[in-house]
């Protein structure tokens, strides 16, 4: 069953049918050449329970608080408020798309949406003021990443439904590894600026006048992260309920810009209805897979697969951290984990490794996928905003930030309070 399950899986993604289609298909397949009973009586059940979660709630709320803040015109001011922070280091207005980057990435909760937003802002500066747009354009698409990490996290929220762990600690566990390769990306930038000047830009100094007075255009922002993240871990609200809140904030962070008015407000709500369908049609599909999955007794028989390999748990560790790497060259990154969360969290519940700390896990594998070729997502996104040049270069300037991904994973594997801490202590 293991073995027709995956090839199935495989096979169905090859022939490019939609992910939620497949996973559904799969489900049919295990229920009809697998299962004891006929598990397809139980499809609305299980489908009705899934679909009026209030849990899920929350992922249109959040989608909503991004597109509101994008077509509010609040990025552009964000850019340039960073730039009079960050652009005295190494690489000068390159920092300024990772600050902003991380800033969007603890609101709007998707990655995608968090490069296109700095792309668009920050390609025409780049253009204008000539700088190498291999490192430029790889920064943004990097920082773009940290959407689906820094919470609040689409990606985390769908993890947690998905695997019934809470989502308050998985929103705790990705902010010290999120925030950490922010630095890093910083870091590494600077790094790669004082060795190779030509790849940065110039340094753009500014006054203490002028820093102090571009705060106006971040506190908002940060008021925001403070009130959405910090009333779900103080547990004055759920994540569903500080979405809502979250969303109120960006409609009066928004509107003084004068950038909301009726066209945009509906321009917001049919993003939002488009991305939530999506989101929700994989969702529902997933939730059936597992179920039928779970009626096979796939988890058994899959942890009985891996114990008689005689290999370590730290051995079949790392044999999933590599079929992920694998995998994210060819899959979308939430098709990525729906696909193969009902597969590789028994194993690793069972091999007895904390399944919030996989879930940290797993989003920094799907990180690295949404920045390599052949499908990662930020890639073409960053591309479709600039004027001129090939993708390669985008890929190429990814690459360094590639490689502090694939430390984090090390490093999170060596050190599992890096994501543990912040839970342990909720």
């Known amino acids: 069953m293991i073995l027709s399950v995956a090839l199935g899986l495989f096979a169905l993604l090859a022939l490019t049918i939609p992910v939620g289609i497949v996973l559904f298909l799969l489900g049919f397949g295990v229920d009809v050449w697998f299962s004891p009973f006929p598990l397809i009586k139980g499809l609305g059940q299980v489908i009705w329970s899934s679909s009026s979660s209030s849990t899920l709630i929350a992922i249109p709320f959040f989608v909503l608080l991004g597109e509101i803040l994008v077509r509010g015109g609040v990025a552009a001011r964000t850019y340039s408020a960073l730039d009079t922070w960050l652009g005295w280091l190494p690489g000068g207005l390159v920092h300024a798309n990772i600050g902003t980057a991380t800033m969007f990435s603890a609101t709007s909760g998707s990655s995608v949406a968090t490069a296109a937003t700095v792309a668009t802002v920050a390609m025409p500066q780049a253009e204008r003021l000539n700088y190498d747009p291999r490192l430029f354009s790889g920064a943004i698409a990097a920082g773009g990443t940290l959407g689906i990490l820094i919470p609040p996290s689409i990606n985390l929220i769908v993890y947690g439904f998905l695997t019934e762990t809470s989502i308050p600690r998985l929103f705790l566990a990705g902010l010290i590894p999120g925030l950490l390769m922010a630095l890093t990306f910083v870091i590494v930038t600077a790094l790669i600026c004082l060795v190779t ?12 006048e002028e820093r102090l007075g571009s705060l106006v255009h971040l506190l908002p922002i940060i008021a925001l992260f403070v009130v959405v993240v910090g009333s779900i871990y103080a547990g004055w609200a759920t994540p569903t309920e500080s979405a809502a809140v979250g969303v109120a904030m960006a409609l009066a962070i928004a509107m003084p810009g004068g ?31 597992n179920f039928t999955l779970a009626s096979a007794g796939l988890g058994q028989k899959l942890t009985a697969l891996v114990t008689s390999y005689d290999l370590t748990p730290l051995g079949t560790l790392w044999l999933i951290i590599a079929l992920y790497i694998v995998l994210g060259f060819f899959v979308e990154t939430l098709s990525l984990m729906v696909a193969t969360i009902p597969i590789t969290v028994p194993i690793i519940a069972g091999l007895g490794f904390d399944t919030i700390w996989f879930g940290v896990l797993m989003i920094v594998l799907v990180e690295m996928a949404l920045i390599t070729p052949p499908v990662g997502l930020n890639l073409y996104v960053v591309q479709g905003a600039r004027r001129s040049g090939h993708l390669g270069e985008v890929m190429v300037g990814a690459l360094p930030y590639v490689a502090v991904m694939m430390a984090m994973v090390v490093a999170l594997v060596a050190f599992p309070q890096i994501a543990l801490f912040l839970p342990d202590r909720l």
């Open 197 to 208: 000047p030509s790849l940065g830009g110039p340094r753009r100094h500014y006054s203490w």
């Open 259 to 289: 950038s909301i008015n009726l066209h945009s407000l509906q321009g917001c709500l049919l993003g939002t209805v488009r991305v939530t369908s999506m989101i929700m049609l994989v969702v529902i599909a997933a939730y059936f897979l």
